[in-house]
């Protein structure tokens, strides 16, 4: 059997394997790949960055796929050298690997432009999943960023570091941002939506150093000025990794230059991907790359014929919030063409189309971008446009079954992975996939941007006589978005109140089902620093009290910890007997309740008891549960009373997805049932361990183990750092037994007591911002932005009626 080595685990050569395999040809197979991941989609690490993606949702291949297709994977091997009569590759190991053919599909690497002193602390690229990972780690709110390059690439690495909450400011070296793909106007435009949103942009400037003793602390630029940093991101451009061609005696230029079958200059040696140079040019974008790999599937495995004749680049992208689509002639003044524009200044929209011979040969769209595909497809097939001149700017509306009726079946439906209407429909009707979700995992149409998943949904409902669509779990029909989604516009759009959210992305009224939910995520996506809209939470947290079922109110005080004092007792007892109590009762959460309180006593008997509310009616804090521990048992090995009343006083007065129970104890005789709480602290002989995700309700669950740690301080931060997890990831409603069983404990642990120094900090700094907002709810006017939050009887009594 032939042996087939490919150097480079990326987009571009497993895409060319994927082709390989289908075609009928059996090679013995070998892959080396010098990231430690296996393959995943480059694409989506600016999702990563900005937190809507996590590294396991990127993969495109497990580790399984190679192994069922009986594919040599070895990850973290770089290769030093090929010998073209020998017929080898060297790795960095020292091993060496026989080849019948040798397919190069090493991509690119960052450019670094000659800057003095640039390999400080804290200076980052952006090609890799590691890249992304050491950025997030460093990236916090406050951070001084600074992105060089306004290029596709710098703007992803902006907006990313802007959602982490750093002050961001791109550096770029052009007059404009994004000169090859945006024209001056198209780029103003943009420019100013990203001042408006935060990020200060510097154009025709020149970085020259780097500023900092051992570390960035600044960049400098030519003619002397300069910014603080204290990250900076280098994105001005990429260079081919072309060095394993020349080692092979290949004819190199930028790139390994291949001719229109993909073969290189070595008839046993080819190559595809950012390596590559055909016809002059360099391709750095997925789609040309994919299409790259299906003409040498063809020509490697003897079925020499298709030819790749370079590709209509298009490029789509959303920065901060902005869309924004670039494909084909830029430029104004071209010979022979004629350009119409449509401005909009106060909506942010800007379309540029350019003609020639009545062919569209060129499309700006800044601010709306829904009909590029359209237009894509009009430059793509070249076809005479001139029966739509009238509405060219404003195609007539199709809904998306129609839209993809009218396409041949070469037309790419998904321009990121080069993915045509024809691959879609022979993916449905030869290979069964009958759902958006199939689709993607049989084609990987609609796994980039996004954009064409209109487009497949429509091809869907033309081609599957029962299609129903994905079960997309949205909020409710108000605002039909993904709570994910939602969180993620919040932050981007630095949305504020809920009345904006319903305004610009629901039906602007709202109801009892999302007006609650979307409260609970600004509150915690701004900690606190936003606009409070109290008729907007559920009746329970507007009157701080638990309606009963006779219409009469319980009243639970705080007792941290489950410990009260005599002088508490007291007022109790007379608050009880003044206002003919009916029922003192002592909870299994170790409190007093006091029931059957009348509403319009509620107000009094709170200021007589002169305690803080235990808030037993809110989806927040509820309780720490205590045993003695070490106070008084002769088992205790720590002091779970002490440790319970100071994680309580930690985290109360704060609301989460859902109500979280919480429970200490002293060792793992576990007398007050730590181990089925929200969160446990469970006292082990000289360590903690610290158990999330238990429940004792409707649901019972034995508590996931989160860590185990030395010290008290640590146990109570790691109990923190999964609090304030939960409260940002988890769904509104979602109880942490639910959502530790979603997210998997692994990735729980990943992601706060493992995860890196900067995002352990981050949720830290979060979690004491929103506590210093807090407040007991039943101190009057405590809120200073809401003075007059505390209802009078009367308002009570409308309030509740
Ligand atoms: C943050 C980011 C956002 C992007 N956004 C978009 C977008 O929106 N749309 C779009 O179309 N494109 C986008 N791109 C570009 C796109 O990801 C690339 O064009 C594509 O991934 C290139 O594929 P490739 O296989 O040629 O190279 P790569 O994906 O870089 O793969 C090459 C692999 O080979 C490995 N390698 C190199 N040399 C060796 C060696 N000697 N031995 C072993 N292994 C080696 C490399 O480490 C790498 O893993 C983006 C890129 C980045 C970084
Ligand atoms: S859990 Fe252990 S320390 Fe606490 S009361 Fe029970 S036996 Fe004592």
Known sequence: MEKLVLIGNGMAGIGCLEQILRHDHNFDITVFGDETHGNYNRIMLSSVLAGEKKAEEIVLNDLDWYRRNNIDLRLGVRITDVDPVEKTVTGENGSVTRFDK???????????????????????????????????????????????????????????????????????????????????????????????????????????????????????FKGG?????????????????????????????????????????????????????HGGICYGLVAPLLEQGKVLAATITGNKGPMYQGTVLASKLKIMGVDVFSAGEI?????????????????????????????????????????????????????????????????????????????????????????????????IREKGACSLAEVKETTRASTGCGSCTELCRGLLKAAVPDYREDAVKVLCACVPFAQEQLREIIRSQRLRSVQDVLEIYGD????????????????????????????????????????????????????????????????????????????????GSQRLDLLGIKKSDLPKVWAELGMASGQAYTKGVRMVKTCVGTDFCRFGVQDSTSTGIELERRLENLYTPAKVKMGVVGCPRNCAEATVKDIGLVGQEGSWQVVVGGAAGKSVRKADLLVTVETTEEALEAAMLFFQYYREQANFLERTYDFVERVGIEQVRRETIYAGEGVRRGLLERLAKSKALSYDAWQEGADPRNPTQFVSIQAMEEVTQ
């Open 225 to 277: 000025g300069s910014i603080p940093a204290e990250l900076l991101v280098i994105a001005a451009g990429i260079v081919p990794n072309v060095e394993l061609g020349r080692k092979a005696g290949l004819e190199v230029k930028r790139g390994i230059v291949v001719n229109d079958y993909m073969e290189t200059s070595n008839p046993d040696i080819f190559a595809v991907g950012e390596c590559v140079q």
């Open 102 to 220: 040798l397919l190069l599909a090493t991509g690119s690497q960052p450019l670094i432009p000659s800057i003095e002193d640039v390999k400080k602390d804290g200076v980052f690229v952006f090609r890799s999943l590691d890249d992304t990972r050491a950025l997030l780690d460093r990236a916090r709110p406050g951070v001084k960023a600074v992105v060089i390059g306004g290029g596709l690439l710098g703007l992803e690495a902006a907006r990313g570091l802007t959602v982490q909450g750093c002050e961001v400011t791109v550096v770029h070296l052009m007059e404009t941002l994004m000169e090859r793909q945006l024209d001056v106007t198209g780029a103003s435009y943009l420019a100013t939506k990203m001042n408006e949103m935060g990020v200060t942009v510097l154009l025709g400037l020149s970085t020259t150093a780097v500023l900092g003793n051992g570390k960035v602390e600044g960049v400098q």
């Open 331 to 427: 430029k104004d003044k071209v010979d022979g063409s004629e350009v119409v524009r449509y401005e909009d200044p106060s909506l942010g929209i800007y379309k540029k189309l350019t003609l020639k011979d009545g062919k569209l040969t060129g499309a700006i769209l800044v601010g709306d971008t829904t009909e590029s595909s359209r237009y894509l497809e009009m430059l793509r097939s070249g076809k005479d446009i001139t029966p739509l001149r009238k509405q060219l700017l404003f195609l007539p509306q199709e809904n998306s079954a129609e839209q993809v009726a009218e396409m041949p079946d070469c037309a790419t439906v998904c321009g990121c992975m080069g993915v045509s209407k024809g691959t879609i429909l022979e993916a």
């Open 508 to 587: 602007g009224m709202g109801c009892e089902v999302c007006k609650p939910a979307l409260s609970y995520m600004i509150d915690v996506v701004w900690c606190g620093e936003h606009d409070e809209d109290r008729s907007a939470r559920f009746i329970n947290d507007r009157v701080h009290a638990n309606i009963q079922k006779d219409g009469t109110f319980s009243v639970v005080p705080r007792m941290r910890g489950g410990v009260t004092s005599p002088a508490e007792l007291r007022r109790i007892a007379e608050v009880a007997e003044k206002y003919n109590v009916p029922m003192v009762k002592v909870t």
